[in-house]
């Protein structure tokens, strides 16, 4: 099969632009397999910028006699992470187009060969189609969570009793602070960022996002950072060991490995942020004729307050870590009390960005929620607008909180009172969206499928870390349970009961959608029930532990938590167990599940009026939005009219 | 469908009664051992409260719900189209955010109490260094000591300082915790009332010995406490 342009519109012309069709570069097959974009060129000039950055060091060390030359913690932050990743980046082809247009070579004219997939081969390639990288996104960040699960499984064999068993406290810390890390910026954030991709061009009624150049260019940022986090393990030190919040002064006496953090970071945070403002600017000027803001279904909703929330705070963890990396490797002292530093700035600046990251990691789970539960209720979503301005009051109240992180970190006093204030009030437009959806369940017609036990188990799991919120955000309570296991609890409900599980609900929702196949019912019911409990059992007794005294982050502990400790870590092996039914499904059924046509769950959103997988630019032709995304049980109510032609009133497709 | 309401708040009952039981059986908190954890505690079991009772609306709701309107997955009707309920949505705007500014505000009287350290406390400098806590007694020429002794029923206020590192002064039946952080000075009031042996664990990260950065902590009468004092000065 090959690129024709039976999918051509008219604004993406066919033959009689005057180009062939597909772009060949003028040389032979060798010529194009070794200098033409892939990942061969990748590979080796990723090698040739390492040595170029190399140079620059050993060179400047030279020219300034100092000893020695070769200093490899200054080589592995600025040739190792710095330079070589331009060069990846680079041989994969991200910035052919613009590096053509400013040298003065005629740029290729835009032909789509680098547009939608018809092998295998077209995802290990800079892809320019919103649904191609979605994919791309989904399947890196979910190899990712596997990585960080069996670190997770790894640690949690170690505090199966207490006393050292199997690693040390340096390998110990540097798998709980990968594992974190992993979790948050290689899995939840962008796994979200996956799945908005696939789906908000459609949802929005667009042929793909508006800068498709930039949308793969923030992929490939992502399997750099990842790599960063992963390979701090095999170098000299250890993995960074000072947890995912990396505070200083600990981080800065940290070995090598820390730099991977620090830059890591700066990586997966570029590609957060590009992301975000393609996000942003799609949302705002590429919504299809009619489709206003309060037409938008939720999950585009949530996606555009997540965007601002990141461009707004992405910068502060770039900006905390570059100070960290400053003073490890040059000797600056932003937070060296001996050097005039002020050690909680570092703080300040992290939780300015890390609080509203769990917003990040949270209100794109609302979006997905909500679309599900609405579809499978048949019910219109319950006080709509006031869902979508919830979403706005917890973006602007959630800058106003982050101090509450630091309840105990010794800042000032006074501080203590209004952040506790501001972080109590976030409980209210929580709240409307947790009553919201029980509303929108009451007198529905309730489809009990997977990706709906997940949005009510994500439900009542949410509800528990909220409520469990509530604790921490009374200063009181908080200085009673803070760094203790009641944390690692909360944080799971949270992220785990809360985001993760959205996360599962969107995939099973929109896997139809995806692969135009259908996952197994049976094995997803499965998935959820084995996961719900194990959760339950992992998480819930961690809740206890905390409170009666043991703080997190240690490797070893007092005997008295010894058998609990023992049950939870039993729990979270077969909650990992547990993934592995998710990916036999997910693989199997890909393969060859049954044929799930266009609109399985009658769903009114945009992306389930074309076929699945949906065509290459979406849209045969650009719909016309009529009304709201969630008019179930409304008499000749429609959301878009799809085509010009058939404008009589149509049945959903089944 | 007054039928109805009557199993869903059935339900919710049973959900609430069976959290009680989880809350009250079971021993979450330790042993108070200060004035200070006393308060705290109080607010726990107020924050409780409120929680049981939210946790048990949402849960029955869903139950109810699921168990109520359930159809067949090859049903292909709709429900009907409620959009909203202005007043509804009021109330849960509204109540919610009554329940959250009383926690506020119990919080916060708890915090200034907790903070107040009486007319003479005893005066004690916490160091934390990786990795093992110092106590210096300022009021008795600067007495080191690598255990805590603390006199029954006097307030005693920790004035926390780090060598290297950000540490965390914490005694889990004391209830306070504060970082001791590098090149400020933080503190803490604790006001013991149970005279035993406790522990001091330290909270914050601070390395790879952080997990065996403990210290004793006993709490004794006065006299003894002098006793102490004086063995010590010897």
Request: aromatic share 14%.
């Amino acid at each position: 099969m090959t690129t024709t342009l039976e999918h051509a519109t008219p604004d993406h012309p066919g033959p009689d632009h005057g180009y062939p069709e597909h772009y060949e570069p003028p040389r032979g097959p060798y010529w194009r397999l070794f200098f033409g974009p892939g990942l061969v060129r990748g590979v080796w000039m990723a090698l040739a910028f390492f040595v170029f950055g190399l140079l620059i060091v050993a060179g400047l060390r030279w020219w300034w006699g100092w000893d020695p030359i070769l200093h490899w913690e200054v080589i592995a932050a600025v040739a190792g992470m710095t330079t070589a990743p331009i060069g990846f980046l680079a041989g994969i082809g991200s910035f052919d187009y613009w590096l053509h247009y400013i040298v003065g070579r005629p740029t290729r004219p835009e032909d789509h060969s680098g547009h939608g997939a018809t092998s295998w081969k077209d995802y290990f390639r800079v892809n320019t189609d919103h649904k191609v990288i979605g994919i791309q996104y989904l399947v890196t960040t979910f190899v990712f969570f596997t990585i960080g699960g069996l670190m997770a499984m790894l640690f949690r064999a170690e505090l199966a009793q207490p006393g050292l068993q199997f690693v040390d406290p340096q390998t110990f810390n540097g798998l709980v602070s990968v594992h974190a890390t992993l979790m948050i910026f290689l899995f939840i954030i962008p796994a979200f960022a996956g799945i908005a991709n696939f789906v908000v061009p459609l949802m929005l009624g667009a042929p793909d996002m508006a800068f498709p150049r930039l949308n793969a260019l923030s992929f490939w940022l992502l399997p750099i950072a990842g790599l960063m986090f992963v390979t701090s393990f095999v170098v000299s030190g250890g993995a960074f060991g000072a947890g995912w919040t990396g505070y200083a002064p600990l981080a800065e006496g940290q070995p090598l490995g820390q730099t991977f953090f620090n830059i890591g970071v700066q990586w997966a945070g570029a590609s957060s942020i590009m992301t975000a403002l393609n996000f942003l600017v799609t949302i705002i000027t590429m919504r299809a004729p009619g489709m206003t803001f309060w037409r938008m279904p939720l999950l585009v909703w949530a996606n555009f307050t997540t965007s601002l929330l990141v461009v707004i705070a992405t910068p502060f963890i770039a900006g905390s870590q570059f100070f960290v990396m400053f003073d490890r490797i040059m000797h600056t002292s932003f937070f060296v009390p001996d050097g005039g530093g002020y050690v909680l700035g570092y703080q300040h600046i992290f939780w300015f960005y890390s609080h509203p990251a769990v917003y990040i990691m949270m209100l794109p789970g609302f979006g997905i929620v909500s679309e599900v539960i609405s579809s499978m209720s048949r019910k219109p979503i319950f006080g709509y607008r006031l869902m979508a301005l919830s979403l706005m009051g917890i973006l602007v109240l959630g800058f106003s909180v982050w101090a509450h992180h630091m309840f105990v970190a010794g800042m000032a006093d006074w501080l203590r009172v209004p952040m506790m204030i501001t972080t109590l009030l976030i409980a209210i437009p929580t709240g409307i969206k947790v009553f919201s959806w029980i509303a929108t369940l009451w007198r529905g017609r309730i489809h009990l499928t997977t990706p709906m036990l997940f949005a009510l188990g994500f439900v009542t799991m949410f509800t528990i870390g909220g409520l469990s919120g509530i604790y921490l955000g009374s200063v009181p309570i908080d200085i009673a349970a803070s760094d203790t296991y009641f944390i690692v609890a909360h944080i799971h409900y949270v992220l785990f009961g809360g985001s993760v599980f959205t996360i599962f609900a969107g995939v099973y929702f929109w896997f139809p959608k995806i692969t135009g196949r259908m996952y197994d019912e049976r094995l997803g019911k499965l998935h959820f029930w084995l996961t719900f409990v194990s959760f339950n059992a992992t998480f819930f007794p961690m809740h206890y532990v905390g409170l009666r005294g043991m703080p997190r982050r240690v490797s070893d502990y007092s005997e008295a938590f010894g058998d609990l400790n023992f049950a939870i870590s039993i729990a979270s092996f077969v909650l990992g167990a547990s993934f592995v039914v998710f990916a036999y499904n997910i693989i199997v059924s890909w393969v060859r599940g049954p044929i799930a046509g266009g609109n399985p769950w009658r769903a009114h959103t945009l992306e389930w009026q074309v076929t699945s997988p949906p065509p290459i630019f979406n849209f045969d032709e650009i719909p016309q939005v009529v009304g709201g995304p969630y008019e179930y049980g409304v008499p000749g109510a429609r959301h878009a009219v799809m085509s010009a032609a058939a404008a009589e009133p149509q049945e959903v497709r089944a | 469908m007054r039928r109805g309401i009557a199993q869903l708040v059935a339900i919710g009952v049973v959900i609430a009664l069976l959290l009680t039981v989880v809350a009250v059986v079971f021993k979450w908190l330790p042993t108070s051992a200060s004035e200070e954890f006393d308060r705290i505690q109080a607010v726990y079991w107020f924050a409780t409260v409120i929680s049981i009772g939210i946790f048990a609306l949402v849960a029955a709701v869903i139950v109810f719900s699921v168990w109520k309107w359930r159809v067949p997955l090859d049903d292909d009707a709709d429900g009907p189209p409620i959009h909203g309920h202005t007043g509804l949505e009021i109330a849960w705007t509204a109540v919610p955010a009554i329940l959250v500014i009383a926690i506020g505000v119990v919080s916060a009287v708890v915090l200034a109490r907790n903070g107040e350290a009486g007319t003479r406390p005893l005066e004690i400098n916490a160091i934390g260094q990786q990795f093992a806590w110092k106590f210096v007694y300022s009021d008795y020429d600067d007495l080191r000591s690598g255990q805590l002794v603390l006199p029954v029923n006097q307030e005693a206020r920790f004035t926390m300082t780090a060598v290297d590192v950000l540490h965390s002064f914490w005694v889990p039946n004391f209830g306070q915790k504060m970082d001791a952080v590098p090149g400020i000075e933080t503190s803490i009031i604790v006001t013991p009332t149970r005279e035993g042996e406790f522990q001091v664990v330290c909270a914050e990260l601070c390395g790879f010995g952080h997990a065996t950065m403990r210290a004793k902590a006993r709490v004794v009468s006065r006299a003894e406490f002098d006793r102490w004092i004086q063995e010590q000065n010897a």
